[in-house]
């Protein structure tokens, strides 16, 4: 049986897969079973944020292994709590951080803080939270009906959890608050929606009006943290003081974890909130060694100059290839490419995998680039290369 055959009669086909046998990765580099060397300029979906095989996080995770991999949340767990400090330290936020697996988990434990908060800080128990149209929150029930796109919200699943709404603009969620919103949940740079950076000027003058309003910040930084978008939080960047913040896709260098974090460190007490696996030694030890990487590449500067360099390339491509993009849309090294029409976006995406570069889509029209943040140079001329080969076809069509 082929892997593919395998694949189709024994895994739930929720997925439109691409069925390349990949079987070991170095740095940007991935080879199939055929070695072949394909370059990846999405890592997973800005998961492998240390690229793949890195020796410091393969080092950590088999020092762990070899000691204890779990034991339940009923005991103190010592790399838990010092990746707890260092994210903290490292935001600048005054904040205490709960563990999870994944990023829809860290977004509902954002959301239970935030209800818990309204229901005990409002006599009316405020309880609405308002998201934005283009967003992606999760593929939980919950999470699901955050996300502000209907296609998301089919009658498969329903009934979908009440207190819920998307808006179209920052300028809408305005008129959409009233006396039971709770919180306003957003990204400040929309991943799955287009790899879309919200005005920085704009989302300043937000914040300070829920704070006015004592309407809960809360930012989903699943895609944009751990340096994604150049500082350690896009809220960094943004220069914003949230109110929740959760984090999970490169935080654990492809080791499933999640994280929420928020100043109102009271809300939630013994038995509100758990995770059988949330936090554990495996994932939290690879979080540190994912931030021993790359904070050293942040303080150095590297990580700014692969971002400047990653940024520059994009632009001559999209100066040069007008006549297939729109422009040139992100922020550090989370990007994207804005075709003219989806067409494009599936011909560029097609065409690139064909040269052997691995690159996501966003939204109906963005190629999206989310490289690991240790891509070197060398890695980043071929892909290029390759994607100039890829874009030499689509033009030919
Ligand atoms: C990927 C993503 C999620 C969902 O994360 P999972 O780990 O797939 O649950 C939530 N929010 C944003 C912004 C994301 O990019």
Request: net charge negative; proline share 3%; with cysteine.
């Amino acid at each position: 049986m082929t892997l593919e055959a395998q694949d189709k009669q024994y895994v739930l086909q929720t997925y439109a897969r691409d069925y390349t046998n990949f079987v070991e990765g170095k740095g940007s580099t991935l080879f199939d079973d055929q070695g072949r060397d394909y370059i990846d300029f999405a890592s997973g979906i800005g998961v492998n944020s240390v690229g793949h095989a890195n020796p410091v996080l393969a080092d950590a995770i088999c020092d762990q292994a070899r000691k204890i991999i779990h034991i339940s949340n009923l005991q103190v767990i010592e790399p838990q709590a010092k990746l707890a400090e260092r994210i903290v330290k490292l935001s600048g936020y005054d904040m205490g951080v709960f563990f999870a697996n994944s990023g829809a988990e860290a977004n509902e434990g954002a959301i239970k803080i935030a209800r818990k908060y309204g229901e005990t800080h409002f006599e009316n128990k405020r309880y609405k939270v308002i998201t934005l149209e283009h967003s992606f929150h999760g593929r939980t029930i919950t999470t699901v009906k955050a996300t502000g796109q209907e296609s998301f919200h089919t009658p498969h699943f329903s009934p979908y959890p009440d207190g819920f709404s998307y808006e179209k603009s920052i300028d809408d969620v305005y008129r959409a608050i009233d006396d039971e919103t709770v919180a306003v949940l957003i990204e400040l740079v929309q991943g799955e929606g287009g790899v879309q950076p919200f005005d920085k000027a704009e989302i300043q003058a937000l914040a300070k009006h829920l704070k006015k309003a004592g309407v809960l910040l809360i930012v989903d930084e699943v895609q944009t943290g751990v340096y994604r978008t150049g500082e350690f939080l896009a809220s960094n960047l943004y220069e914003i003081e949230p109110d929740i913040i959760t984090l999970a896709k490169g935080l654990g260098g492809g080791v499933p974890i999640g994280a929420v974090m928020t100043r109102h460190k009271e809300v939630l007490k013994a038995g509100d909130h758990g995770s059988t696996f949330g936090g554990n030694y495996l994932s939290t030890r690879a979080g540190l060694a994912v931030l021993d990487i790359l904070e050293e590449l942040y303080v150095s500067g590297a990580l700014a100059q692969t971002h400047l360099y990653f940024e520059k390339k994009l632009q001559e491509i999209a100066a040069s290839c007008d006549d297939l993009f729109e422009k040139e849309v992100g922020l550090g090294l989370m990007r994207g490419l804005r075709a003219k029409s989806p067409q494009i976006q599936s011909a560029v995406l097609k065409e690139s995998m064909a040269e052997r570069l691995i690159v996501l889509k966003a939204g109906r029209n963005t190629v999206r680039f989310l490289p690991s943040l240790t891509i070197s140079k060398a890695e980043i001329d071929e892909g290029f290369k390759r994607f100039e080969a890829a874009l030499a076809r689509v033009e030919a069509q």
